[in-house]
């Protein structure tokens, strides 16, 4: 009865209506669709991205991506994912949407999970974007293989070919070891050398030696490393006979760079390294400087040199540390020097 009593009504008030000149509802038109009216949008949509994914989001394979992204908008706006433009996996990863706020969740993120996540919060036609590039990286796989190339005096050169598989992340450089037939034990030569052959000095003589080489990325060294199949067999010199004539040969020289600095960008905040090479004898005193003044001692810097490879790390750098950057060797013979540039960047 009430329902019929409400059609009545209806029915009663369009004719009012036509009679006054304003049009019908359009409710009472046969098979009309019913009108959408939008409720009045109060705030308009904004997403608050925080500023630790404003820069590539790193993550190990096997960790958890746990991702809440704050937003605003009245009514509540509708908010939707992608991964580099198409609908997630919904059987790797899961989003909750609440009031104020959306969460992408990766239990155990995988390497095909890295790409660019786009959050989209609508209302109506209007929308707000937010882009979060997330990378997920592993140890890298091994060098390819390692070959001893000339043994001479107490001195061993290897090669070696960069890994296939770099884990998706940019290589940090190889370490060097070497073993003794005798002990068998593995020690380091040197750590975070960036090109792909080196030589050994300072075996000891009547040893015999095999070496391997890692990898190394931001997770660490890679798990296995090749061994060199022949044995670096270290010989006492042959004795020679000084005779008339014979001028021993003077190996000392003027400090010589092999490998200058490179200019770099930087970012404010992020530890940057300096590397070059410098061949010299007997060795060399280093000296590094900023736009030409001496930073010798400034707890700002750290100055290693190691087997002519020269590195200088600069400490979580400001606005105020890009310059131009010299090293300098020093010996009695003579002196070099390389510069380069340091730009620093704030963070996007």
């Not at 989001?57 to 746990?66: A, E, F, L, S």
């Not at 706020?101 to 707000?128: C, K, M, N, P, T």
């Not at 073993?179 to 003589?205: P, Q």
Request: charged share 20%; with cysteine.
């Amino acid at each position: 009865m009430e329902a019929a009593a409400g059609s009545t009504r209806k029915g009663e008030e369009a004719s009012l209506a036509r009679a006054e000149g304003h049009p019908a509802s359009p409710q009472q038109e046969p098979g009309s669709p019913l009108p959408q009216f939008l409720p009045p949008v109060e705030e308009h949509p904004k997403i608050w991205l925080p500023r630790t994914l404003r820069q590539t989001y790193i993550r190990k394979v096997g960790d958890t991506v746990n991702l809440l992204i704050p937003f605003q908008g009245k009514p509540k706006p509708r908010a939707t994912w992608t991964h580099d433009g198409y609908a997630l996996d919904a059987s790797r990863v899961s989003v909750r949407n609440g009031e104020q706020d959306s969460i992408l969740f990766i239990r155990e993120a995988q390497r095909a999970d890295s790409g660019r996540y786009q959050l989209s919060v609508q209302l109506g036609e209007l929308e707000a974007t937010a882009t979060i590039d997330i990378l997920v990286i592993e140890r890298p796989g091994p060098p390819q293989s390692i070959k001893l190339v000339d043994v001479w005096g107490s001195n061993a050169t290897l090669e070696w070919t960069p890994p296939q598989d770099t884990g998706n992340a940019a290589l940090l450089g190889y370490t060097v070891q070497k073993a003794d037939t005798k002990s068998g034990l593995w020690f380091t030569v040197l750590e975070r050398y960036h090109r792909t052959s080196f030589t050994v000095s300072d075996l000891i003589v009547g040893n015999s030696y095999s070496f391997r080489v890692f990898a190394e990325n931001q997770c660490g060294l890679s798990e296995t490393a090749p061994v060199t199949a022949d044995l670096a067999h270290i010989q006492k010199a042959a004795t020679i006979s000084k005779t008339e004539g014979f001028a021993q040969r003077d190996f000392s020289e003027a400090p010589k760079f092999t490998q200058p600095l490179a200019d770099c960008t930087t970012v404010t905040g992020y530890d940057t390294q300096l590397f070059c090479c410098v061949r010299a004898s007997p060795k060399p005193k280093i000296i590094w400087l900023k736009n030409k003044m001496d930073i010798q001692g400034n707890p700002k810097y750290r100055a290693l040199s190691h087997l002519g490879i020269c590195s200088l790390e600069i400490r979580k750098p400001g606005p105020f540390d890009g310059g131009i950057y010299t090293c300098k060797a020093v010996n009695p013979l003579g002196e070099a020097s390389v510069d380069c540039r340091v730009d620093v960047k704030a963070p996007h």
